[in-house]
């Protein structure tokens, strides 16, 4: 890659981020800016509705201006630049006060990749509105009856014709509510072994027989969703990959999914939370603390160490190498660090943190370590991803059935 072409780049992003966003002025002031930790935080339905128009309003900017899609193929309408361009952008745009993306995170990070690399034309033809932000996606893989048992799903597809009919429930769905089209996967040949006769579908979250239900967590917040299949008709132009080969597009989408947030986009908060731990010692008075100390420091210490492995995995995904079992791991040690941060941070804020006082910094650790608790079960649960490192990493024999 030439240095040069790099410098130009980057010297556009910021020309474009100083014209269209705000620098943040103060960065890790206690007191400043929002108190909120946890992602899954309970909001009316007004602030929603206007996060994800600000989100979307920005998205189409981005896209427009030509850093919204920046390692995706021109076809499409990517920029087919390397990792070290998006790297380069996503560090500046870190210094800028945009719109929360959250809302993308599934959108882009899996749903977008299954469309492009497993999807029909009219799939593809999908794949840049969702980069845009005109759309949203969302990813329907877990079952009341199976959960991270992926493989272990009920939903039926029954072929008719030029059309595969679907019955079924997924559950824990994040951002369906808001998501136009989904990724989802059925079972199509329920006497086939159990990795096999499974099928993907692009599903349009509109369709006739698609009902959608927020589930309520205990963080008050409504991320998660059930949703019913009940007679949903779906073209077979939008099936992704072959017929009974959809656990192909599973683990590849399963694989993005536990990279996320292992870089700049931070998925699951660990540099926002590690932030705020560093703030709240100084102001409880916490700093000369010897055993503090060393806690912040070794929470720190993984915190490098998850981004030194994310960079990793962008050298391997430019080399051209899948994403692999060994990504696991980035979804594990997120998870538990973020677990690690929030417990240290409730502790020190002693009674404030239980109960909310009002005072600004304190019950968010509530909030968070609330959050915690959902985040090491979605995705693949901490069983899961510890099974999958010792098995298919470390090639430690199976645990007995």
Avoid at 266 to 282: E, H, K, P, S, Y
């Amino acid at each position: 890659m030439d240095a040069a072409d790099l410098d130009a780049f980057l010297a556009k992003a910021a020309e474009f981020l100083e014209s269209n966003a705000s620098r943040r002025e103060v960065r890790g002031e206690w007191g400043v800016g929002s108190d909120v930790l946890a992602a899954y935080a309970k909001v009316s339905e007004e602030v929603e509705a206007q996060r994800i128009a600000d989100a979307r309003q920005w998205k189409a900017l981005e896209f427009d201006q030509g850093f919204g899609w920046i390692t995706g193929p021109p076809e499409l309408g990517g920029r087919g630049l390397a990792p070290e361009h998006e790297r380069g952008y996503l560090e500046l745009r870190a210094d800028y006060d945009i719109p929360t993306l959250s809302v993308y995170t599934i959108s882009l990070g899996m749903v977008a990749p299954a469309f492009e690399q497993y999807g029909s034309e009219e799939v593809r033809n999908l794949v840049p509105k969702l980069w845009r932000g005109d759309l949203i996606g969302c990813q329907l893989f877990s079952e009341p009856t199976n959960g991270s048992d992926v493989a272990g799903l009920i939903t039926r597809a029954r072929r008719d014709g030029d059309e595969w009919v679907i019955d079924g429930q997924k559950v824990w769905t994040s951002v369906a509510q808001h998501s136009q089209w989904g990724l989802l996967l059925t079972r199509s040949n329920p006497d086939a072994p159990k990795h096999s006769g499974i099928t993907a579908f692009a599903l349009d979250m509109s369709a006739p027989g698609v009902e959608v239900r927020p589930l309520v967590m205990i963080t008050g917040g409504t991320e998660f969703n059930e949703v019913f299949l009940n007679q949903v008709r779906v073209p077979d132009n939008y099936r992704l990959g072959e017929v009974d080969q959809g656990w192909k597009v599973a683990i590849s989408t399963l694989m993005n999914e536990r990279a996320l947030g292992a870089g700049g986009a931070d998925l699951f908060g660990v540099n926002q939370a590690l932030l705020r731990l560093r703030m709240t010692i100084q102001q409880v008075g916490a700093s000369g603390n010897p055993l503090v100390r060393n806690e912040y420091a070794r929470l720190y210490s993984m915190a490098e160490t998850i981004r030194y492995q994310a960079q990793a995995a962008d050298e391997r995904r430019r080399a051209g190498m899948p994403p692999g079992p060994a990504e696991s791991v980035f979804k594990l040690a997120n998870t538990n660090t973020l677990t690690q941060i929030a417990s240290l941070g409730l502790q020190l804020c002693g009674g404030a943190g239980v109960a909310d006082t009002g005072e600004w910094g304190k019950y968010a650790w509530a909030e968070l370590v609330l959050m915690g608790a959902g985040m090491r079960i979605a995705g693949g649960t901490d069983e899961v991803m510890r099974n999958i490192l010792a098995e298919r990493v470390l090639g430690l024999p199976k645990e007995p059935s």
